[in-house]
């Protein structure tokens, strides 16, 4: 259950990631950066397909490509912690009020 709030970001639904999930979050943060999924994918040195089938859901990206993917989308970090969390895996960033 993927929605947006006030500032327009992309946030993840609750804990017990899955695929469909962080695949959601990464095409909502891809097309509000004006990329195509072959131009993050050379930037993020990957193909096409495997950012086609991670954002449909059909693969499960490690956690190492979460934050790969999430750098070139310069992605905030907070924003990054949830895009780990979709994915099911523990943030990787500590948030401060």
């Not at 950012?51 to 750098?71: C, H, N, Q, Y």
């Amino acid at each position: 259950m993927t929605s947006t709030v006030g500032d327009d970001r992309p946030r993840a639904a609750p804990r017990g990631g899955t695929a469909a999930g962080v695949g959601a979050l990464l095409r909502q943060w891809r097309q509000q950066r004006r990329l195509s999924q072959l131009e993050l994918a050379l930037r993020a040195d990957s193909s096409a397909r495997h950012i086609s089938f991670v954002e449909t859901g059909k693969a499960l990206p490690s956690r190492a490509m979460v934050l790969r993917l999430a750098d070139h989308l310069e992605v905030p970090v907070r924003d990054r912690n949830a895009l780990l969390l979709a994915a099911g895996y523990a943030p990787a960033f500590t948030e401060t009020p």
